[in-house]
T-cell receptor, first 113, second 114 residues
Framework: AQSVTQLGSHVSVSEGALVLLRCNYS??????LFWYVQYPNQGLQLLLK??????LVKGINGFEAEFKKSETSFHLTKPSAHMSDAAEYFC???????????FGAGTRLFVKA | GAGVSQSPSNKVTEKGKDVELRCDPI?????LYWYRQSLGQGLEFLIY????????KSGLPSDRFSAERTGGSVSTLTIQRTQQEDSAVYLC????????????FGSGTQLSVL
């Protein structure tokens, strides 16, 4: 079975500061991991995904995430926050063999001027 | 179609009534999901269809909830005898067959039970 835990329902950073959104997963098979973003009044869209190739994955808008098997983590980072990054971010896990995709509870990112 | 289409976009109903929510996935996508998004609750998995396999209904919260997918395409989520706690945004998503493929989401149906 798969599950995802996102630490922190709300994260607030200043513009230009590092963004770090935490995600830990549990999976009974090698996982596929995803980050999705939901901007205000918009649908969910894929930010990046890990599918067992490089452990450091780069996504859109300057975001990246690193798969760490030993820590069962897939934290999302961005070196310098922009006001337009304010959104809700969801970590998700599926797995080899056709496992369904399960989402975490989400983290809302606030960016202060 | 160009994307995942859901209808209606908004539905207001009275407690105890039945509602049907519709999802048209992207053509060729064999995987289809229903999720529920409530304030502060993230995306709650409801049901998963994959090709001709039996659906994974493990996320349906009660027997008032059911879903079907006809001809491997359109899906309908039915909620019988609606309750106020059913109020939420119901999201449909589809993807290509493999579980490493990204999900394409519809805009959702905002359900309000009065």
């Amino acid at each position: 079975a798969q599950s995802v835990t996102q630490l922190g329902s709300h994260v607030s950073v200043s513009e230009g500061a590092l963004v770090l959104l935490r995600c830990n997963y549990s999976s009974s098979v090698p996982p596929y991991l995803f980050w999705y973003v939901q901007y205000p009044n918009q649908g969910l869209q894929l930010l990046l995904k890990y599918t067992s190739a490089a452990t450091l994955v780069k996504g859109i808008n300057g975001f990246e995430a690193e798969f760490k098997k030993s820590e069962t983590s897939f934290h999302l980072t961005k070196p310098s926050a922009h006001m337009s990054d304010a959104a809700e971010y969801f970590c998700a896990v599926s797995g080899t063999g056709g496992f369904k995709t399960i989402f975490g509870a989400g983290t809302r990112l606030f960016v202060k001027a | 179609g160009a994307g995942v289409s859901q209808s209606p976009s908004n539905k207001v109903t009275e407690k105890g009534k039945d509602v049907e929510l519709r999802c048209d996935p992207i053509s060729g996508h064999t995987a289809l999901y229903w999720y529920r998004q409530s304030l502060g609750q993230g995306l709650e998995f409801l049901i998963y269809f994959q090709g001709n396999s039996a659906p994974d209904k493990s996320g349906l919260p009660s027997d008032r909830f059911s879903a079907e997918r006809t001809g491997g395409s359109v899906s309908t989520l039915t909620i019988q005898r609606t309750q106020q706690e059913d109020s939420a945004v119901y999201l449909c998503a589809s993807s290509l067959a493999s579980s490493n493929e990204k999900l394409f989401f519809g805009s959702g149906t905002q359900l309000s039970v009065l």
